[in-house]
Protein backbone atom coordinates (compact mmCIF):
# COMPACT_ATOMS: atom_id res chain seq x y z
CA UNK A 1 0.00 0.00 0.00
CA UNK A 2 1.09 3.59 -0.77
CA UNK A 3 0.12 7.39 1.10
CA UNK A 4 -2.79 8.34 2.62
CA UNK A 5 -5.42 7.26 0.08
CA UNK A 6 -6.93 10.91 0.09
CA UNK A 7 -3.83 12.55 -1.20
CA UNK A 8 -4.19 10.67 -4.68
CA UNK A 9 -6.28 11.73 -7.06
CA UNK A 10 -9.70 9.51 -7.57
CA UNK A 11 -9.05 5.79 -8.63
CA UNK A 12 -11.46 6.13 -11.22
CA UNK A 13 -9.27 8.48 -13.14
CA UNK A 14 -6.59 5.92 -13.34
CA UNK A 15 -8.03 2.19 -13.62
CA UNK A 16 -10.95 1.62 -16.13
CA UNK A 17 -10.62 -1.47 -17.42
CA UNK A 18 -13.33 -0.73 -20.19
CA UNK A 19 -11.21 2.12 -21.91
CA UNK A 20 -9.09 2.04 -25.75
CA UNK A 21 -6.05 2.72 -23.13
CA UNK A 22 -6.55 -0.37 -20.77
CA UNK A 23 -6.97 -2.62 -23.72
CA UNK A 24 -3.40 -1.86 -25.27
CA UNK A 25 -1.71 -1.88 -21.94
CA UNK A 26 -3.67 -2.71 -18.98
CA UNK A 27 -0.20 -3.15 -16.44
CA UNK A 28 -0.01 0.52 -15.50
CA UNK A 29 -3.59 0.65 -14.43
CA UNK A 30 -3.68 -2.55 -12.59
CA UNK A 31 -0.56 -1.60 -10.53
CA UNK A 32 -2.16 1.69 -10.11
CA UNK A 33 -5.30 0.06 -8.27
CA UNK A 34 -3.00 -2.48 -6.27
CA UNK A 35 -1.01 0.53 -4.99
CA UNK A 36 -4.38 2.03 -3.34
CA UNK A 37 -4.45 -0.97 -0.50
CA UNK A 38 -5.79 -4.15 -0.07
CA UNK A 39 -9.66 -3.02 -0.52
CA UNK A 40 -10.29 -0.51 -2.57
CA UNK A 41 -13.97 0.98 -3.48
CA UNK A 42 -14.64 1.39 -6.99
CA UNK A 43 -17.80 3.44 -7.22
CA UNK A 44 -18.49 3.37 -11.31
CA UNK A 45 -19.10 -0.67 -10.11
CA UNK A 46 -20.50 -0.33 -6.56
CA UNK A 47 -17.50 -2.99 -5.92
CA UNK A 48 -15.06 -3.37 -3.64
CA UNK A 49 -11.49 -4.47 -5.61
CA UNK A 50 -9.27 -7.26 -3.57
CA UNK A 51 -6.39 -6.50 -4.51
CA UNK A 52 -3.54 -8.70 -3.00
CA UNK A 53 -2.61 -12.56 -3.82
CA UNK A 54 -2.42 -13.22 0.30
CA UNK A 55 -6.03 -12.01 0.57
CA UNK A 56 -7.48 -13.61 -2.57
CA UNK A 57 -6.05 -16.91 -1.88
CA UNK A 58 -7.43 -17.08 1.66
CA UNK A 59 -11.03 -15.39 0.47
CA UNK A 60 -10.54 -18.60 -2.32
CA UNK A 61 -9.64 -21.11 0.53
CA UNK A 62 -12.02 -20.17 3.28
CA UNK A 63 -15.20 -19.22 1.47
CA UNK A 64 -16.01 -16.53 4.07
CA UNK A 65 -17.80 -14.85 1.06
CA UNK A 66 -20.62 -15.94 -0.79
CA UNK A 67 -20.48 -17.23 -4.83
CA UNK A 68 -24.56 -16.77 -4.62
CA UNK A 69 -25.57 -14.11 -7.23
CA UNK A 70 -29.09 -13.62 -5.31
CA UNK A 71 -27.08 -12.22 -2.24
CA UNK A 72 -25.93 -9.51 -4.12
CA UNK A 73 -27.40 -6.06 -3.21
CA UNK A 74 -29.03 -5.07 -6.80
CA UNK A 75 -29.69 -8.87 -8.00
CA UNK A 76 -33.57 -9.40 -9.09
CA UNK A 77 -35.19 -11.20 -6.16
CA UNK A 78 -34.84 -14.58 -5.21
CA UNK A 79 -37.67 -16.38 -7.10
CA UNK A 80 -39.99 -18.49 -5.28
CA UNK A 81 -40.03 -22.05 -5.54
CA UNK A 82 -43.59 -22.52 -7.07
CA UNK A 83 -42.58 -19.78 -9.68
CA UNK A 84 -39.74 -21.78 -10.81
CA UNK A 85 -39.27 -22.96 -14.43
CA UNK A 86 -36.63 -25.29 -15.36
CA UNK A 87 -33.81 -22.89 -15.61
CA UNK A 88 -34.56 -21.66 -11.81
CA UNK A 89 -34.93 -25.85 -10.50
CA UNK A 90 -31.79 -26.37 -11.60
CA UNK A 91 -29.84 -23.15 -10.80
CA UNK A 92 -31.56 -21.11 -8.00
CA UNK A 93 -33.02 -24.55 -6.43
CA UNK A 94 -29.61 -26.70 -6.67
CA UNK A 95 -27.55 -23.90 -5.69
CA UNK A 96 -24.32 -26.01 -6.61
CA UNK A 97 -22.60 -22.88 -7.17
CA UNK A 98 -23.90 -21.15 -3.55
CA UNK A 99 -24.18 -23.69 -0.86
CA UNK A 100 -21.02 -23.93 0.27
CA UNK A 101 -22.18 -27.41 2.05
CA UNK A 102 -23.68 -28.73 -0.86
CA UNK A 103 -21.16 -27.64 -3.30
CA UNK A 104 -18.12 -29.35 -1.43
CA UNK A 105 -20.69 -32.83 -1.40
CA UNK A 106 -21.14 -32.42 -5.44
CA UNK A 107 -17.40 -31.71 -5.56
CA UNK A 108 -16.55 -34.55 -3.61
CA UNK A 109 -18.20 -37.22 -4.96
CA UNK A 110 -18.33 -36.39 -8.78
CA UNK A 111 -14.63 -36.54 -8.67
CA UNK A 112 -14.03 -39.64 -9.93
CA UNK A 113 -15.94 -38.12 -12.95
CA UNK A 114 -12.81 -36.50 -13.67
CA UNK A 115 -10.16 -38.91 -13.39
CA UNK A 116 -7.11 -39.08 -15.47
CA UNK A 117 -8.84 -41.81 -17.64
CA UNK A 118 -12.07 -39.99 -18.36
CA UNK A 119 -10.88 -36.58 -19.01
CA UNK A 120 -7.97 -38.71 -21.20
CA UNK A 121 -11.09 -40.41 -23.45
CA UNK A 122 -13.06 -37.08 -23.26
CA UNK A 123 -9.73 -35.75 -25.38
CA UNK A 124 -9.72 -38.00 -27.49
CA UNK A 125 -13.29 -37.73 -28.61
CA UNK A 126 -12.30 -34.04 -29.22
CA UNK A 127 -9.79 -34.44 -31.60
CA UNK A 128 -11.57 -35.56 -34.73
CA UNK A 129 -13.84 -32.35 -34.08
CA UNK A 130 -11.22 -30.19 -34.30
CA UNK A 131 -9.47 -31.53 -37.40
CA UNK A 132 -12.94 -31.73 -39.34
CA UNK A 133 -13.15 -28.07 -38.30
CA UNK A 134 -9.29 -27.37 -40.13
CA UNK A 135 -10.86 -29.58 -42.99
CA UNK A 136 -13.24 -27.28 -43.12
CA UNK A 137 -11.48 -24.61 -43.64
CA UNK A 138 -9.16 -25.70 -46.28
CA UNK A 139 -6.54 -24.11 -47.37
CA UNK A 140 -7.49 -19.74 -47.93
CA UNK A 141 -4.93 -17.33 -48.13
CA UNK A 142 -6.51 -15.91 -45.11
CA UNK A 143 -9.17 -16.49 -42.84
CA UNK A 144 -10.74 -15.01 -39.50
CA UNK A 145 -9.66 -17.04 -36.73
CA UNK A 146 -12.25 -16.10 -34.40
CA UNK A 147 -15.54 -16.59 -36.64
CA UNK A 148 -13.63 -19.80 -37.97
CA UNK A 149 -12.05 -21.88 -34.65
CA UNK A 150 -12.32 -20.18 -31.84
CA UNK A 151 -16.93 -19.74 -31.94
CA UNK A 152 -16.76 -23.61 -31.64
CA UNK A 153 -14.64 -25.48 -30.02
CA UNK A 154 -16.57 -24.16 -26.71
CA UNK A 155 -19.49 -26.37 -27.62
CA UNK A 156 -17.53 -28.92 -29.83
CA UNK A 157 -15.35 -29.64 -26.43
CA UNK A 158 -18.29 -29.02 -23.65
CA UNK A 159 -21.00 -31.58 -25.60
CA UNK A 160 -18.05 -33.57 -26.40
CA UNK A 161 -17.11 -33.78 -22.44
CA UNK A 162 -20.80 -34.46 -21.25
CA UNK A 163 -21.22 -36.79 -24.31
CA UNK A 164 -24.40 -35.03 -26.07
CA UNK A 165 -24.97 -37.18 -29.32
CA UNK A 166 -24.17 -34.78 -32.21
CA UNK A 167 -27.80 -35.33 -33.66
CA UNK A 168 -29.11 -32.79 -30.61
CA UNK A 169 -26.02 -30.32 -31.26
CA UNK A 170 -27.80 -27.78 -33.52
CA UNK A 171 -30.00 -27.59 -30.54
CA UNK A 172 -27.89 -27.41 -27.96
CA UNK A 173 -25.85 -24.37 -29.48
CA UNK A 174 -27.93 -21.52 -28.77
CA UNK A 175 -27.54 -22.29 -24.85
CA UNK A 176 -23.67 -22.02 -24.75
CA UNK A 177 -23.72 -18.60 -26.45
CA UNK A 178 -26.05 -17.04 -24.55
CA UNK A 179 -25.82 -18.88 -20.66
CA UNK A 180 -24.05 -15.84 -19.48
CA UNK A 181 -26.95 -13.63 -20.14
CA UNK A 182 -29.26 -15.44 -18.27
CA UNK A 183 -27.91 -13.32 -15.10
CA UNK A 184 -26.10 -10.57 -16.86
CA UNK A 185 -27.26 -7.72 -14.62
CA UNK A 186 -26.07 -5.13 -17.63
CA UNK A 187 -28.66 -6.27 -19.88
CA UNK A 188 -32.32 -5.65 -20.45
CA UNK A 189 -34.89 -8.18 -18.39
CA UNK A 190 -36.17 -8.93 -21.57
CA UNK A 191 -32.92 -9.95 -22.97
CA UNK A 192 -32.15 -11.97 -19.67
CA UNK A 193 -35.80 -14.02 -20.29
CA UNK A 194 -35.07 -14.85 -23.62
CA UNK A 195 -31.59 -16.22 -22.62
CA UNK A 196 -33.17 -18.43 -19.94
CA UNK A 197 -35.38 -19.93 -22.26
CA UNK A 198 -32.76 -21.18 -24.77
CA UNK A 199 -31.21 -22.67 -20.93
CA UNK A 200 -35.24 -24.10 -20.47
CA UNK A 201 -34.80 -25.93 -24.09
CA UNK A 202 -31.07 -27.30 -23.29
CA UNK A 203 -32.50 -28.96 -20.41
CA UNK A 204 -35.78 -30.39 -22.52
CA UNK A 205 -32.56 -31.59 -24.26
CA UNK A 206 -30.89 -33.13 -21.48
CA UNK A 207 -33.60 -35.14 -19.68
CA UNK A 208 -34.36 -36.39 -23.20
CA UNK A 209 -30.34 -37.08 -23.55
CA UNK A 210 -30.13 -38.45 -19.74
CA UNK A 211 -33.29 -40.85 -19.89
CA UNK A 212 -31.67 -42.54 -23.43
CA UNK A 213 -28.26 -42.91 -21.45
CA UNK A 214 -30.49 -44.77 -18.87
CA UNK A 215 -31.71 -46.88 -21.36
CA UNK A 216 -28.13 -47.95 -23.16
CA UNK A 217 -25.05 -46.96 -20.69
CA UNK A 218 -21.94 -46.57 -21.90
CA UNK A 219 -18.93 -45.61 -20.10
CA UNK A 220 -15.75 -42.86 -21.26
CA UNK A 221 -17.99 -39.59 -21.31
CA UNK A 222 -19.05 -37.34 -17.98
CA UNK A 223 -22.97 -38.26 -18.30
CA UNK A 224 -21.87 -41.68 -18.36
CA UNK A 225 -19.55 -41.39 -14.96
CA UNK A 226 -22.27 -38.84 -13.28
CA UNK A 227 -24.91 -41.18 -13.60
CA UNK A 228 -23.02 -44.46 -12.11
CA UNK A 229 -22.29 -41.74 -9.15
CA UNK A 230 -26.27 -40.99 -8.83
CA UNK A 231 -27.24 -44.31 -8.48
CA UNK A 232 -24.62 -44.84 -5.67
CA UNK A 233 -25.32 -41.73 -3.86
CA UNK A 234 -28.88 -40.67 -2.21
CA UNK A 235 -27.68 -37.32 -1.92
CA UNK A 236 -26.82 -36.53 -5.59
CA UNK A 237 -29.79 -37.14 -8.48
CA UNK A 238 -30.95 -35.86 -11.89
CA UNK A 239 -31.41 -32.22 -11.19
CA UNK A 240 -27.79 -31.95 -9.90
CA UNK A 241 -26.44 -33.88 -13.16
CA UNK A 242 -28.55 -30.79 -14.42
CA UNK A 243 -26.79 -28.15 -12.39
CA UNK A 244 -23.63 -29.13 -12.98
CA UNK A 245 -23.96 -29.13 -16.90
CA UNK A 246 -25.17 -26.03 -17.07
CA UNK A 247 -22.28 -24.86 -15.19
CA UNK A 248 -19.71 -26.35 -17.35
CA UNK A 249 -21.43 -24.35 -20.08
CA UNK A 250 -21.61 -20.94 -17.93
CA UNK A 251 -17.81 -21.41 -16.55
CA UNK A 252 -16.43 -23.42 -20.17
CA UNK A 253 -17.64 -21.71 -23.19
CA UNK A 254 -16.41 -17.67 -23.30
CA UNK A 255 -13.57 -18.65 -21.26
CA UNK A 256 -12.34 -20.82 -24.07
CA UNK A 257 -13.22 -18.44 -26.69
CA UNK A 258 -11.06 -15.70 -24.70
CA UNK A 259 -8.51 -17.92 -24.45
CA UNK A 260 -8.20 -19.42 -28.00
CA UNK A 261 -7.96 -15.36 -29.48
CA UNK A 262 -5.22 -14.80 -26.83
CA UNK A 263 -3.15 -17.95 -27.44
CA UNK A 264 -3.28 -17.71 -30.64
CA UNK A 265 -2.09 -13.84 -31.07
CA UNK A 266 0.45 -14.26 -28.28
CA UNK A 267 2.09 -17.55 -30.12
CA UNK A 268 1.96 -15.53 -33.41
CA UNK A 269 3.79 -12.38 -31.84
CA UNK A 270 6.60 -14.39 -30.05
CA UNK A 271 6.84 -17.13 -33.21
CA UNK A 272 10.16 -18.14 -31.13
CA UNK A 273 8.50 -19.44 -28.68
CA UNK A 274 6.04 -21.66 -30.50
CA UNK A 275 8.16 -24.68 -30.40
CA UNK A 276 8.77 -24.77 -26.77
CA UNK A 277 4.88 -24.04 -25.88
CA UNK A 278 3.54 -27.08 -28.23
CA UNK A 279 6.35 -29.34 -27.54
CA UNK A 280 3.80 -31.62 -25.79
CA UNK A 281 0.73 -31.34 -23.94
CA UNK A 282 2.67 -30.54 -20.58
CA UNK A 283 4.43 -28.00 -21.69
CA UNK A 284 1.47 -26.37 -22.99
CA UNK A 285 -0.23 -26.39 -19.92
CA UNK A 286 2.73 -24.01 -18.48
CA UNK A 287 2.70 -22.02 -21.85
CA UNK A 288 -0.96 -21.30 -21.22
CA UNK A 289 -0.58 -20.01 -17.87
CA UNK A 290 2.16 -17.94 -19.23
CA UNK A 291 0.11 -16.73 -22.22
CA UNK A 292 -2.90 -15.61 -20.40
CA UNK A 293 -0.59 -13.63 -17.87
CA UNK A 294 1.11 -11.84 -20.68
CA UNK A 295 -1.92 -10.76 -22.83
CA UNK A 296 -3.65 -9.17 -19.44
CA UNK A 297 -7.07 -9.99 -21.09
CA UNK A 298 -8.95 -10.12 -17.56
CA UNK A 299 -11.08 -6.96 -16.71
CA UNK A 300 -13.45 -8.18 -13.80
CA UNK A 301 -11.85 -10.62 -11.89
CA UNK A 302 -14.29 -13.38 -9.67
CA UNK A 303 -17.52 -12.13 -7.72
CA UNK A 304 -18.24 -12.18 -4.13
CA UNK A 305 -20.99 -11.26 -2.41
CA UNK A 306 -20.56 -9.96 1.76
CA UNK A 307 -22.78 -12.16 3.21
CA UNK A 308 -23.49 -9.55 6.40
CA UNK A 309 -21.93 -6.48 7.11
CA UNK A 310 -18.32 -6.66 8.08
CA UNK A 311 -15.19 -5.12 8.44
CA UNK A 312 -13.05 -6.74 5.72
CA UNK A 313 -9.15 -5.93 5.43
CA UNK A 314 -9.72 -2.57 7.01
CA UNK A 315 -13.01 -1.60 5.58
CA UNK A 316 -16.77 -1.49 6.43
CA UNK A 317 -18.37 -3.75 4.32
CA UNK A 318 -22.08 -3.62 3.74
CA UNK A 319 -24.53 -6.63 3.70
CA UNK A 320 -24.65 -7.56 0.21
CA UNK A 321 -21.76 -5.69 -1.44
CA UNK A 322 -19.71 -7.07 -4.49
CA UNK A 323 -16.33 -7.99 -3.96
CA UNK A 324 -14.28 -8.95 -7.05
CA UNK A 325 -10.93 -10.83 -6.63
CA UNK A 326 -8.46 -9.43 -9.15
CA UNK A 327 -5.82 -11.69 -9.22
CA UNK A 328 -4.94 -10.45 -12.71
CA UNK A 329 -3.24 -7.41 -10.73
CA UNK A 330 -0.21 -9.22 -10.16
CA UNK A 331 0.99 -10.38 -13.41
CA UNK A 332 2.53 -7.14 -14.81
CA UNK A 333 4.00 -6.46 -11.61
CA UNK A 334 7.61 -6.85 -11.46
CA UNK A 335 7.89 -7.74 -8.16
CA UNK A 336 5.96 -11.06 -8.84
CA UNK A 337 7.49 -11.46 -12.24
CA UNK A 338 10.87 -10.55 -13.86
CA UNK A 339 10.19 -8.72 -17.10
CA UNK A 340 7.10 -8.81 -17.03
CA UNK A 341 6.29 -7.61 -20.39
CA UNK A 342 8.38 -10.56 -21.92
CA UNK A 343 6.28 -13.91 -22.96
CA UNK A 344 8.11 -16.99 -21.84
CA UNK A 345 6.81 -19.90 -22.02
CA UNK A 346 8.63 -21.35 -19.64
CA UNK A 347 8.47 -19.29 -16.80
CA UNK A 348 7.37 -21.16 -13.48
CA UNK A 349 4.11 -20.18 -11.65
CA UNK A 350 4.30 -20.85 -7.61
CA UNK A 351 1.42 -21.40 -7.18
CA UNK A 352 -0.46 -21.05 -10.54
CA UNK A 353 -3.97 -19.71 -9.91
CA UNK A 354 -5.00 -19.42 -13.58
CA UNK A 355 -7.92 -21.96 -12.50
CA UNK A 356 -8.55 -20.44 -9.47
CA UNK A 357 -7.83 -21.80 -5.98
CA UNK A 358 -9.76 -23.82 -3.41
CA UNK A 359 -13.09 -25.55 -3.35
CA UNK A 360 -14.01 -24.12 -6.43
CA UNK A 361 -10.86 -24.73 -8.46
CA UNK A 362 -11.56 -25.17 -11.95
CA UNK A 363 -13.69 -27.88 -12.84
CA UNK A 364 -12.66 -27.96 -16.41
CA UNK A 365 -8.69 -26.94 -16.40
CA UNK A 366 -7.55 -30.10 -18.21
CA UNK A 367 -10.13 -29.93 -20.69
CA UNK A 368 -9.54 -26.39 -21.45
CA UNK A 369 -5.81 -27.16 -21.61
CA UNK A 370 -6.10 -29.79 -24.02
CA UNK A 371 -8.74 -28.82 -26.56
CA UNK A 372 -6.32 -25.59 -26.58
CA UNK A 373 -3.12 -27.67 -27.53
CA UNK A 374 -5.00 -30.11 -29.97
CA UNK A 375 -6.71 -26.75 -31.82
CA UNK A 376 -3.15 -24.58 -31.71
CA UNK A 377 -1.31 -28.06 -32.57
CA UNK A 378 -3.42 -28.31 -35.73
CA UNK A 379 -3.41 -25.10 -36.73
CA UNK A 380 0.54 -24.79 -36.80
CA UNK A 381 0.47 -28.26 -39.10
CA UNK A 382 -1.80 -27.34 -41.16
CA UNK A 383 0.01 -23.74 -41.45
CA UNK A 384 3.13 -23.62 -40.66
CA UNK A 385 4.19 -20.30 -41.92
CA UNK A 386 1.02 -18.66 -40.41
CA UNK A 387 0.90 -15.03 -39.65
CA UNK A 388 -1.20 -12.15 -38.23
CA UNK A 389 -2.36 -10.66 -40.97
CA UNK A 390 -2.70 -6.84 -39.23
CA UNK A 391 -3.03 -5.57 -35.69
CA UNK A 392 -6.43 -7.30 -34.45
CA UNK A 393 -8.89 -4.13 -33.26
CA UNK A 394 -9.85 -4.68 -29.60
CA UNK A 395 -13.21 -4.98 -28.97
CA UNK A 396 -14.20 -2.80 -25.76
CA UNK A 397 -18.06 -3.94 -25.55
CA UNK A 398 -17.26 -7.13 -23.63
CA UNK A 399 -17.48 -6.56 -19.71
CA UNK A 400 -15.55 -9.53 -18.98
CA UNK A 401 -12.83 -9.72 -20.81
CA UNK A 402 -10.22 -7.74 -23.45
CA UNK A 403 -11.23 -9.61 -26.93
CA UNK A 404 -10.70 -8.85 -30.53
CA UNK A 405 -13.34 -7.51 -33.45
CA UNK A 406 -11.40 -10.02 -35.88
CA UNK A 407 -8.29 -12.28 -35.74
CA UNK A 408 -7.14 -12.25 -39.16
CA UNK A 409 -4.57 -14.70 -40.09
CA UNK A 410 -2.68 -15.26 -42.97
CA UNK A 411 -1.72 -18.71 -44.16
CA UNK A 412 1.00 -17.84 -46.60
CA UNK A 413 -0.01 -21.17 -48.90
C1 LIG B 1 -9.30 -20.77 -20.32
C2 LIG B 1 -10.15 -21.47 -19.76
C3 LIG B 1 -10.60 -21.38 -18.32
C4 LIG B 1 -10.13 -20.63 -17.28
C5 LIG B 1 -9.00 -19.60 -17.29
C6 LIG B 1 -10.96 -20.95 -16.13
C7 LIG B 1 -10.79 -20.41 -14.87
C8 LIG B 1 -11.61 -20.69 -13.78
C9 LIG B 1 -11.49 -20.07 -12.48
C10 LIG B 1 -10.44 -19.03 -12.10
C11 LIG B 1 -12.46 -20.58 -11.68
C12 LIG B 1 -12.75 -20.20 -10.24
C13 LIG B 1 -13.75 -19.06 -10.27
C14 LIG B 1 -14.08 -18.47 -8.92
O1 LIG B 1 -13.38 -18.70 -7.95
O2 LIG B 1 -15.09 -17.72 -8.85
C15 LIG B 1 -13.22 -21.51 -12.49
C16 LIG B 1 -14.32 -22.22 -12.05
C17 LIG B 1 -15.03 -23.11 -12.84
N1 LIG B 1 -14.73 -23.51 -14.12
FE1 LIG B 1 -13.23 -22.81 -15.27
N2 LIG B 1 -11.86 -21.90 -16.50
C18 LIG B 1 -11.68 -22.20 -17.82
C19 LIG B 1 -12.36 -23.13 -18.58
C20 LIG B 1 -13.36 -23.93 -18.11
C21 LIG B 1 -14.01 -24.99 -18.87
C22 LIG B 1 -13.65 -25.37 -20.30
C23 LIG B 1 -14.97 -25.53 -18.06
C24 LIG B 1 -15.93 -26.65 -18.31
C25 LIG B 1 -16.00 -27.37 -19.37
C26 LIG B 1 -14.92 -24.83 -16.79
C27 LIG B 1 -15.74 -25.09 -15.73
C28 LIG B 1 -15.68 -24.43 -14.52
C29 LIG B 1 -16.64 -24.62 -13.44
C30 LIG B 1 -17.88 -25.53 -13.48
C31 LIG B 1 -16.24 -23.79 -12.39
C32 LIG B 1 -16.92 -23.64 -11.04
C33 LIG B 1 -16.28 -24.63 -10.10
C34 LIG B 1 -16.91 -24.60 -8.74
O3 LIG B 1 -17.50 -23.59 -8.34
O4 LIG B 1 -16.74 -25.62 -8.03
N3 LIG B 1 -13.93 -23.87 -16.86
N4 LIG B 1 -12.66 -21.57 -13.76
Redesign the pocket.
Known sequence: MSENATALPPIESLFDPNSQSYSENPAPQCLAIAARGPLVWYAPWQAWIMTQMTDIMDC?KREYLS?DFYDWEFAPPRPTEENWNKFEKALVGHS??ADPDH?RLV?RITSPAFSRNVVENIQRQIEPHVKRLFDDIGTPESFDYITEVAQHI?FI??TA?VGVPEKYWPEMKRVTQTFTETWNPTISEERRLRAQEDSNKAIDILQVVIAERRENPQDGDFLSALLKIEASNDNFNEWDIIT?IL???????D??L??QQWSVYALLKNPDQVQDALESADAFSNA?SEI?RWSGNSKMG???YAPSDMNLLGQEVKKGQMVL?M?HLKDHDPAYFSNPEKLDVKRKFEPD?????G???????A???R??YLTLSEMFKRFPNITLAEEPERDLEDHNAVVFKRLIVKTHL
Open positions: WSLLHRPSIMLALIGAGATTIAFMFARMPVLFGYPRFCIGALAKQL
